[in-house]
């Protein structure tokens, strides 16, 4: 059965993606498992899963994950999925993020499996590795609207600019492996946030093309069912409300005309690519540019003392999601990094079963 997994920048409406894909009576997607950037850190550690003493170290160690406490109902999930383990010869990671997937589904009642984690985008070669008959669904959102919504979230950055950076890369990496021939065109698919909300209909029918299902009119009600897999994420709750369009220019009152500016500078390439036309207002805001360059790396420096502070305070949080991903994307792009290859046309390598 062919995974689907949703990716894109991070605050580009991949929770009510994913909320709308799981409202298929046939699927049922978990919501960021986080597992190639936390969960599989713990492999430095317990790196072989065979065996029973093996699976309840990775098992205690899950709770020392930063995401940990975001999960909910996740408990009966990983009982089953330890009893698996443990009686699977051939554990490993891999299989443990597929059986993640396939219990969380098979206890939702649901045939169809994938997972919800932004962050993925950084990581789509190794995931088609591990999964080749994965389907993929990028979602893309104007980098003012991304950006503006992410700054104020707790434990991030308020400045702009890193913002952007990490939005350019991650909408490039997308981009990068849609055109790569790595995947086959059908089994990818790129969204617009702007068109998700405006066009609901006509964006599910074009994702269930991509998956391989019907489409099904619950998908279109997704926000009357409130079991949902977080918790303590208030920013995400816009899901139990129907589709709006409220969010779309909401920006334009939360920057200022220099920090859209800025946006655009560092975004230029990816937001034509996507047809995100520039603001009119920044063009009168050249020579404001220097002085709010300084203003946003004072952000960033102060954020980064506080992330130190806050990690000295928690040091039962052990596994936290870092940049290293996101630096080796950086060096991928620049060429000084070979990403992973993708899987051999022939599918020699199938993802591991039940």
Request: hydrophobic share 40%.
């Amino acid at each position: 059965m062919s995974p689907i997994f949703v990716v894109g920048a991070p605050r580009s409406g991949t929770t009510l993606l994913e909320r709308m894909i799981d409202a298929h009576p046939a699927i049922s997607i978990t919501d960021e498992l986080c597992f190639f950037d936390i969960v599989l850190q713990i492999s430095e550690e317990v790196p072989d899963l065979r065996g029973r003493a093996n699976v309840d170290a990775l098992m205690s160690r899950l709770p020392q994950m930063d995401h940990f406490r975001n999960w909910n109902g996740i408990d009966t999930v990983l009982e089953e999925v330890g009893e698996r383990l443990v009686s699977d010869p051939k554990a490993s990671y891999q299989r443990l993020f597929l059986q993640l997937m396939q219990v969380h589904a098979g206890q939702q009642g649901a045939r169809r499996f994938g997972d919800k984690t932004p962050w993925n985008v950084r990581h789509l070669p190794t995931l088609l590795r591990w999964f080749p008959d994965a389907r993929i669904i990028h979602l893309v959102r104007d980098p003012r609207a991304n950006v503006a919504s992410k700054i104020d979230l707790p434990r991030t950055s308020g400045d702009v600019l890193t913002a952007t950076v990490k939005w350019r890369m991650d909408v490039d990496a997308g981009d990068r492996f849609e055109t790569s021939g790595a995947i086959p065109a059908e089994h990818f698919l790129t969204v617009r946030y702007e068109d998700l909300v405006q066009e609901s209909e006509r964006v599910a029918r074009r994702i269930c093309d991509t998956i391989g299902e019907d489409f099904a009119p619950e998908m279109l009600t997704f926000h009357r069912r409130r079991d949902v897999m977080f918790k303590d994420q208030p920013w995400k709750e816009g899901v139990l409300r129907p589709m709006s369009t409220g969010s779309l220019d909401a920006w334009r009152e939360r920057l200022p005309p220099v920090r859209s500016m800025l946006i655009e500078l560092v975004a230029g390439s990816a937001m034509r690519r996507h047809d995100y036309r520039a603001d009119p207002r920044g063009l009168r805001r050249w020579l404001a540019v220097p002085a709010q360059l300084v203003r946003e790396f004072a952000m960033w420096r102060r954020f980064k003392r506080e992330e130190r502070e806050r990690r000295k305070a928690e040091p039962e949080t052990r596994f936290v999601a870092d940049n290293r991903s996101f630096y080796k994307l950086a060096l991928e792009s620049l060429g000084l990094r070979r990403p992973p290859p993708p899987p051999p046309p022939s599918r020699s390598n199938p993802p591991p079963q039940q």
